[in-house]
């Protein structure tokens, strides 16, 4: 089965169980989970527990929406 490549902080967010699940995962207030939904970047200090619980789930998101720069871009 192909990995589903998720593009959005939205998508991520949905994808998570919404908002309650996320703040849950991340051990953060609901309302800042639901602020992340809106932006275009999540706090990098989640990258690796949401990047594990999206593994889980078959999908996987860029660095990037974590605020990272990725290898590509950087020799671009």
Do not use: I, Q
Not at 38 to 63: G, Q, W
């Amino acid at each position: 089965m192909a990995v589903r490549t998720l593009t959005t902080t939205k998508s991520v967010v949905d994808e998570l169980g919404g908002y309650h699940a996320v703040a849950e995962l991340t051990g953060s207030a609901v309302k800042a989970a639901e602020n992340w939904r809106r932006f275009d970047t999540f706090p990098s200090k989640h990258f690796l527990v949401m990047s594990a619980a999206l593994e889980k789930r078959n999908c996987a998101a860029p660095a990037s929406l974590w605020g990272m720069t990725e290898p590509e871009k950087v020799h671009a």
